[in-house]
């Protein structure tokens, strides 16, 4: 099953032949992807049938965003989805008649923890991006979780509150109204959001078309394209729809073959 995290609406609606059900974000509560009011949801949910509905809820919640979020919660309670991605916990003490999927982004990465959170109801995982394919082989024999891992897109690196890049405009008194801005490291460019709250991005698309089948025979179900930078994104989604093996611009496999080892450079 391929799930679409769009970039507009406009995608949600001329693409809904080539995806099989949606990620969608709320606005304030959300964080790395694009976001989309309460009442936009609602129209979405009713104009996309047949299609399965994921609610993003993956900020760190703040004291002053519990009002919201508790408000959010009972609206999503009366609505068509199939289940909400948390990265705090506050969703789970709340508590949801939907299911929840574990999505804390680089701390998805052992069975262990999921076990801990499917013994307490938690039916889903959103796997880190950051582990290796064996591992998320291991990961699969060992958890009664349904396991969901991201195929094709820019994959969120880092994400703070603070404005970073409106400040690095600030300081130095730079007019740029770009949307997008990039970081240069080594011949490298990795996009740079700063909206609400900035977000790095990696500099190579992932492309994983080719551990479709080995995923497939791992039992996992759920397959995640982002379309964030994508401009063909419909070839994208019938390329994988049909498991037509291709090649992207400035693709890479992330950390599927490449233990994530970081060091500090002296």
Request: proline share 2%; glycine share 2%; charged share 30%.
């Amino acid at each position: 099953m391929y799930l679409l995290i769009p970039q507009n609406e406009e995608e949600i609606y001329e693409l809904k032949e080539y995806y099989d059900g949606l990620i969608l974000s709320v606005e304030n509560l959300s964080i790395n992807y694009k976001t989309f009011s309460l009442d936009k949801i609602k129209e979405i949910i009713q104009n996309v049938k047949n299609k399965e509905i994921f609610i993003n809820l993956n900020k760190n919640m703040h004291n002053k965003d519990i009002p919201l979020l508790k408000e959010t919660l009972k609206i999503l309670d009366e609505l068509e989805i199939k289940a909400i991605l948390y990265y705090d916990i506050s969703i789970v003490n709340i508590g949801s008649k939907h299911d929840l999927v574990w999505s804390a982004c680089h701390m998805t990465t052992n069975y262990k923890t999921m076990d801990f959170w499917y013994k307490r109801g938690i039916k889903y995982t959103f796997l880190s991006n950051e582990i290796t394919l064996e591992e998320i082989k291991e990961i699969s024999k060992n958890t009664k979780m349904e396991l969901m891992v991201q195929v094709f897109g820019y994959t969120p690196i880092f994400a703070s509150i603070r404005d970073i890049v409106k400040n690095y405009r600030k300081t130095f008194k730079l007019e740029d109204n770009s949307k997008v801005n990039y970081i240069k490291h080594e011949n490298d460019l990795y996009p740079i959001v700063n909206e609400k709250e900035t977000v790095v991005y990696n500099s190579k698309i992932l492309n994983a078309i080719d551990e479709i089948d080995e995923y497939k025979k791992m039992n996992i179900k759920y397959f995640i394209i982002n379309s964030f930078l994508i401009d063909d994104i419909k070839e994208v989604l019938q390329n994988f729809k049909s498991n037509k093996k291709f090649n992207y611009q400035n693709q890479g496999k992330g950390f599927l073959y490449e233990e994530t080892i970081y060091k500090v450079k002296k």
